[in-house]
């Protein structure tokens, strides 16, 4: 008796569910097919892919690929290039979206509050192949406004900086910037605004200087809001933005020493040197070691303050 | 004690101009270099005010040149498409999601949420495309992968409706008889428009800006997007430079591109950007604010 009335309830309430699953149908079979699939097509990494045989047809091979990968000098690169350009883009967009946040916030008048932050915003609309059209408008050995208009007036040499490593890692990290602090520095501004005024009031009382207020109030109350966006830089440290690295240095294969990520590296594998087994290893590599990380830097956020953390 | 107050707040201003400046001055670059005369631009180079105004380019551009309007209505017809299409299969997923007894909610949410964490990468992603769906060179390559639902918009979305839709008003929609589709449509999506707006306007902009979609699937001129158009007029002008053309066809080499055509194109790809940018940053700034309190 019991059993058939709950079962009856049961079958009304998924009655009553059922055009709420029907809702999220849709979104539900794209994520399958687009994010699902392609983590069972890992296992190309382990294969010794060949185009005609497909990739469940090809011979296993193992972690030959990954031996490979790791004994080219090429891993070691693209590790270090991603990992050494996303360590600085978390501390200086950090830092420099905080002081960009804390300037916004001290002016009064409306309306250039509001031209600021128009301004700020901007670079993040844009595509990287848009940056890369700014950048080369600067850059280009033949039009370029450096060599044509800067260096030429003080009588120097123009030069190809398409083709100087050297200069590479300081313009990535400036472009960079460039792209996203006005974006983080809106994040941090929302904070700001929401701190309680009297917390202020309270320190002038007090005759608390600038710098004071800053460092005792600003800061701590900022806190939260940098652990999340650090956590979501950590979690990603191993990715890089594919644009920026590709996009924004023209593909110019004297740069590769310097602009060469895990991503361009993925990409060119699979476009170019039609190196599919490698690539895709560095692919898992990275999506594994990705992953980890993301664990990893949840866990110790976990351990210092754990309202903050993501999961 | 006033002053320093008073000079720190000049300073601000100082720092903050300084900043727009670097902002906007390559901005001006472009601009100005798509309105110069092309033999001035080749003999001066860019810069940042024009020298000899000229409309040539945008002429051109707006006039013959057949596939630059071309990828125009293709980029226009990828982003109405896949605009509307992943905005709806997000909010709907993410109002199942807002059901708070729905049976197997945290394992749906747990399972979207799960592919910000992990992915399986380009090559799995391009093999399954491209052998399994054979999307190569189709208008679908452009729209279905990567961009139309992102687990992120869906969880912002959720968020809204669990803390925005009183429950009251869902119950009186059932009591008075109506299924769940459409109090979905005449009830929840009215009271949703700010929540809908601001990710309608970040789906939409990842469609405008997209150039990998293009990059990975598309060889075939009839359907490049503008973004894949600009980056196919770089790849030219390296060739240019690196002398990989010069044992070609000169008639090829003349058709090429112009200096100021590609700034012009450039120029008119990012004018709906900043023609829907009022709305976007009315919209953008709290979702922003929300996207961060929400991780």
Known sequence: MHTTTHKKANRKKMRRYLPIYFMALPALIYIFINNYIPMGGMVIAFKNYKFNKGIWGSDWAGFKNFEFLFRTKDAWLITRNTLLYNLAFIVLDTVIAIALAIL?????????KKFYQTVLLLPYLLSMVIVSYLVYGFLSPDQGFVNKTILSSLGLQGQNWYAKPEIWPFLIVFVHLWVIVGYNSVIYL???????????EAADVDGATMWQKIRYITLPNLKPTVITLCLLSIGRIFYSDFGLFYQVPLNSGTLYDVTSTIDTYV?????QSSNVSMSSAAGVYQSLVGFVLVLFANWVVNKISKENALF | ???TNRNFRIGCHIVLILVSLIILIPFLLLLSSSFTEEQTLIAKGYSILPREISLEAYRYLFGGAGNIVRAYGITFLVTAIGTSAGLLMTVLLAYALSVKDLPFRKLISFLVFFTMLFNGGLIPTYMMYTNVFHIKNTLAALIVPSLMVNAFFVIIARSFFETNIPKEVVEAGRIDGCGEIRIFFKVVMPMSLPIMATIGL?????????????????????????QQLLTEMVKNMQALQSGELAGMDPSTVQNLPSTSLRMA???VSVIPVMLIYPIFQKYFVKGIAVGAVKG
């Open chain 1, 190 to 200: 929302s904070t700001l605004v929401g701190i309680d005024k009297s917390y202020y």
């Open chain 1, 267 to 271: 990409y060119r594998g699979l476009m």
């Open chain 2, 1 to 3: 004690m006033k002053r």
């Open chain 2, 265 to 267: 194109t450039a120029v």
């Open chain 2, 202 to 226: 970040m789906i939409g902009l990842g469609y405008w800006n997209n150039w990998t979609n293009g990059l990975y699937y598309i060889t075939d001129k009839n359907l490049f997007s503008v």
């Open chain 1, 104 to 112: 916004l916030n001290e002016i009064r008048s409306k309306r250039c």
